[in-house]
């Protein structure tokens, strides 16, 4: 008889396992491609009905664990390919985050009355904007995949964005997971929690119709050069050739500056002077300056590799040069190589370390176009990248990226969706151009102009955007939702050690003690 007691458990115990790996997954959807952006707003409620039935607090962490790591892996499926087995390993590693977000909405939401319930609204969200801002570190895979960002094409998270970033979004989209299952899950407290979201909804409208919106100061041409796929033991000298051909296209199309994508030039311009004429040339054939990105070993700098935006007028290189700063994780240098060097016999990993940049710089043509804040593919992640080149000055956020390597999967579409993020957020129109799509070009609203180039095409394309003046909220106070989730953690924190002192000092024979021991038992 305990056997079969035993067996059925174990059954029950592997069910919730698999379950709690399904929900942590669902959210994934909510991203590009499939973009069911709506599903953000109810993909948690599985995964937090889960936690909160979870019959030790223990178990509630296990499988907070075991959501974080399918989130982590359904968002970067596309890495499989690449990383194998280590995409697995990485996403249990970061999934390692969501165990005391278990923990936290067992504990708020297992039983609550209607102040723990409210207080729940608040402290979940809070729960998990914190996982962002830990996962957001450069070294643990940065920032993609963070909750709002599924929110990108919504013009009213858009709006919200320019307030409080992607953060304010995140805790947005993770408070209507939390107020629809207590809803579903806690009938009594349903009129108080449907009156503090309709509150909170309230809130954050006025929020959004009172951000400041940066005024207009004038018109931009920008080209984007998508020379597409190009493979082949001679694809770099391929890919210059054909970014050559089409952007000799743009003439007579008055453009104030060409972008290339990452990596287009793949040779250092001072080891190459033929490159440096021909690029030249082409800024007096179009008439504009030219942003290329060079990947290449540089003298005089240790001999190291760097990705580089490089400035290209009339004359050739301008001496303008910003350095790549925040590089990919094994795609780009492989951390602490010493003991994780066997990752490039398994995977793609970078078999050479690039160099790092010192810091951010604002480019500004000679041509007299807008001054350029420019960001090297995986850097147009970071939000705090952005509201610096704009405090710096930069009028234009340039992201020059390459995704070839992850080409028909959803990694194109996921990065192109950032730069409507980055645009909300800084108040300045982005241009992303990428060697093999999707290239894009947002307003300083965030909205798309002009057509998306998808990854099956091949050319060169003129963007007419909006330069901007004045700040967002979010440019002059920064990451303020996240101070703000941090607050109500460390209050919620404080409460329940009031709490517990209370009781000791209460001792054992106060009076209602053997009560609440006989509620802490059936709970």
């Not at 067996?7 to 994934?28: D, F, I, N, Q, W």
């Not at 223990?58 to 596309?78: I, P, Y």
């Not at 005024?215 to 970014?243: K, S, W």
């Not at 016999?345 to 804040?373: I, K, N, Q, Y």
Request: aromatic share 6%; proline share 7%.
């Amino acid at each position: 008889m305990r056997f079969a007691s035993g067996g059925a458990e174990a059954k029950a115990s592997g069910g919730r396992a698999v379950a709690a790996l399904a929900a942590g997954a669902l959210p994934a959807l909510a991203f590009p491609e499939p973009s069911l952006w709506w599903l953000a707003y109810v993909a948690l409620v599985p995964w937090l009905l889960l936690l909160r039935t979870a019959p030790t607090a223990r178990r509630a962490a296990f499988e907070g664990w075991l959501g974080g790591l399918g989130f982590v892996v359904a968002v970067h499926h596309w890495l499989i390919p690449s990383l194998h087995v280590f995409t697995v390993l990485l996403g249990a590693l970061l999934g390692l985050a969501w165990a005391p977000w278990g923990w936290l909405v067992r504990a708020l939401l297992r039983r609550p009355g209607t102040g723990q319930a409210l207080a729940a609204l608040a402290a979940v969200p809070s729960g998990w904007l914190l996982i962002e801002l830990l996962r957001s570190w450069e070294g643990l895979g940065g920032p993609w995949g963070l909750l709002g960002a599924s929110q990108w094409q919504v013009a009213p998270a858009l709006r919200l964005a320019s307030v409080g970033g992607v953060w304010l979004v995140s805790l947005l989209v993770v408070a209507v997971n939390t107020a629809i299952t207590e809803v579903i899950a806690l009938p009594r407290t349903r009129t108080a929690v449907l009156a503090a979201t309709a509150c909170c909804a309230l809130l954050t409208g006025t929020l959004a119709a009172a951000a400041p919106r940066p005024g207009e100061t004038g018109r931009a041409r920008i080209a984007l050069v998508q020379p597409g796929v190009l493979g082949g033991p001679d694809g770099a000298e391929r890919r210059f050739d054909r970014a050559e051909e089409l952007t000799r296209s743009l003439a007579g199309r008055a453009p104030d500056l060409v972008v290339w994508g990452e990596s287009s030039v793949g040779a250092d311009l001072g080891r190459r002077p033929d490159l440096a004429r021909r690029l030249a040339a082409l800024s007096r054939h179009v008439g504009a300056e030219l942003l290329v990105n060079v990947d290449a070993r540089r003298p005089g700098d240790g001999g190291g590799i760097f990705k580089s935006a490089v400035l290209v007028g009339p004359g050739g290189p301008t001496g303008d040069r910003y350095d790549k700063m925040r590089l990919v994780p094994f795609g780009e240098y492989v951390p602490a190589r010493s003991l994780l060097g066997w990752a490039t016999s398994v995977g793609r990993a970078a078999g050479e370390d690039r160099l790092r940049g010192a810091g951010p710089v604002v480019l500004t043509p000679p041509g007299g176009g807008p001054r350029l804040g420019p960001l090297v593919c995986f850097e147009s992640a970071f939000p705090d990248m952005s509201r610096r080149l704009v405090r710096d000055g930069a009028e234009l956020l340039v992201v020059q990226s390459a995704t070839s390597t992850f080409q028909g999967s959803w990694a194109p579409g996921q990065h192109a969706s950032l730069a409507a993020l980055r645009a909300a957020e800084s108040g300045r129109p982005v241009a992303h151009a990428t060697l093999t799509g999707v290239s894009v070009v947002h307003r300083a609203d965030g909205v798309r102009t002009g057509p998306a180039l998808s990854t099956e095409t091949s050319a060169a394309v003129v963007y007419e955007v909006g330069l901007t003046r004045g700040t967002t909220a979010y440019v002059r106070f920064g990451d303020w939702p996240v101070a703000g989730a941090a607050a109500v953690l460390a209050a919620l924190a404080c409460a329940a050690g009031v709490r517990r002192a209370g009781r000791v000092r209460r001792g054992p024979s106060a009076p209602g003690s053997a009560a609440r021991r006989a509620r802490t038992a059936r709970g």
